[in-house]
């Protein structure tokens, strides 16, 4: 996984890593959840992403329109 850059400086993701119609993320509790086109949907898990790469607002994004809940946690 690649690091997040939190460029904010008080984002809860710690890295990331993007997949064919996927993305992983790890949060600072060690828990890392499976974001897929199917249970996120293809324009969120890209938006995901594109936060990713820039290293701000992935956080965020995921607490106010996608949750935790709707990927699967891998662990």
């Given at each position: 996984m690649?690091?997040?850059e939190n460029?904010?400086?008080d984002s809860a993701v710690v890295a990331f890593e993007?997949?064919?119609g996927s993305i992983k993320v790890k949060f600072v509790d060690g828990s890392v959840y499976l974001y897929t086109y199917r249970n996120?949907?293809?324009i969120n898990v890209e938006q995901m992403k594109k936060?990713?790469?820039i290293g701000?607002?992935?956080n965020g994004f995921i607490s106010r329109f996608v949750g935790?809940?709707?990927g699967?946690?891998?662990k």
């Open positions: 690649k690091s997040y460029a904010g400086g993007n997949g064919d996120t949907g293809g936060y990713a790469g701000h607002g992935l935790k809940e709707s699967a946690r891998l």
